[in-house]
């Protein structure tokens, strides 16, 4: 009886943290859900945006690195959403940014001049539920 009440004890355990946290890759780059939104992992460089192309919806947190020698900044755009950082990230920098975002289709890009032409965009889908 021991043995099954503790078994049943870590299968519960296993469920919860199943659930909590779950990491996926797409694209060769990974998010995690942490049980309101994605962390989403996002890499720049001259001249492309590495990030996953789907992750699912919620309250989203991505974390921007830049890799390369110049600056670069990171926006998000669709479903009425228009967001970019307040500043851009300099020379191998990092930034942060949080945003709620819906199930759908958003445009990410590069807004510094002429980055986005060069490669610095991509669409991503964003999924109902995770
Ligand atoms: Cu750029």
Known sequence: MKQIAYFMFMLCISLVLGCATSQQSTNGMT???????????????????????????????FHITNSSN??????????GIEQSLASDIPALGSDVMHVTLAPGTYHILCPILGHADLGMRLDVTVTQGH
Not at 70 to 79: D, E
């Open 70 to 79: 110049s600056k670069h900044n990171f926006k998000i755009n669709g479903n």
């Open 31 to 61: 998010y995690q859900w942490n049980g309101t939104g994605a962390d989403v992992y996002v890499t720049e460089d001259n001249f492309h945006i590495h990030m996953p192309t789907t992750f699912p919806a919620g309250n989203e947190t």
